[in-house]
């Protein structure tokens, strides 16, 4: 026989809802208890079944939710957001611990023939990750902050708009075992050179830079890149201080880039290039 319905407030539980079963709703978010009887699932705090009536205090409680499964184990996970020509935050890219990023790798960089198959991999831990260099022909490179300045030691490799450079220190001249001096060039206010690079050996023009330093730039500076629309009319500048050498990027609209060693550990939020491929690490 059907069950008798409940009076209205009956069993310890508030009325049922207009049009509803008879039986009331269950507290939203409240644990349930189900009757021994019917089967109904009442709230914990019921003492008889809103549908049969049948007393709770008998019932056994419902299960406790299971734990959340533990965190997989590792260094952790990241997003590289892609960054377009005019600034604007384009597509993101999830990577986890040991990602690889190339052009085989990730569809939405097949199209760039400036990045190699397996470019560079990427390593979380400690809030950091390091980032590398898979043996890339065009290298990875990190943004330099403007106006903060970074050193230039022999050999460092940088990029202002397209174009890929290396500084080099200038040693002084040792003279021969009987005393004499090669010649060449006087180097007297000299402290180094920068050298275009078009090659992973291969080298173009090459420039003094002298003791107070140089600018880069399109339009204004020591050094013009004229044809080289991703250059600022006054891009970046070359100088000594304290027997060292920086660079500083003097605001360019299209940022300064530092080529990065195998092994370069960078913080959450810098921006990273690889190929034609400008992104913001975040993790």
Known sequence: APAPA?????????????????????????AQVPCAKCGTSNNK????????????????????????APAPSGGGNGTLVLIRPDGTEGDSVSI?????????????????TYLSPRHASFHFGGGRVTVRDLGSLNGVY?????????????????RVG????????????????????KMGS???????????????????????VPAEGLHLGRERGDILFPDDGYVSGLHARIHGE???????????????FLRLESDATVDAGSMVL????LFRIEF
């Open 186 to 208: 006087p180097r007297e206010g000299l402290v180094g050179r920068i050298c275009l690079v078009t090659g992973r050996e291969t080298l173009g023009n090459c420039y003094a």
């Open 45 to 68: 705090n019921f003492k008889f079944c809103g549908s049969c009536g049948h007393p709770l205090q008998d019932a056994a409680p419902a299960p406790a939710p299971a734990a959340p």
């Open 6 to 30: 409940a009076p209205s407030g009956g069993f310890g539980g508030p009325s049922p809802a207009p049009g509803g079963n008879g039986a009331p709703a269950p507290a939203a978010g409240g």
């Open 96 to 112: 986890s611990d040991g990602s690889i990023v190339g052009r085989e790798t990730i569809p939405q960089f097949a199209s760039d």
């Open 274 to 277: 690889v190929g034609q491929q």
């Open 162 to 181: 397209q174009e890929i450079i290396r500084f080099e220190r200038l040693s002084e001249p040792d003279a021969g075992p009987d005393g004499v001096e």
């Open 242 to 256: 304290g027997g060292r050498m920086y660079l500083t990027d003097v605001g360019s609209s299209n940022g300064t």
């Open 142 to 158: 990190r943004r330099i902050m403007a106006e903060e300045p970074v050193e230039l030691k022999d050999g460092t490799v940088f």
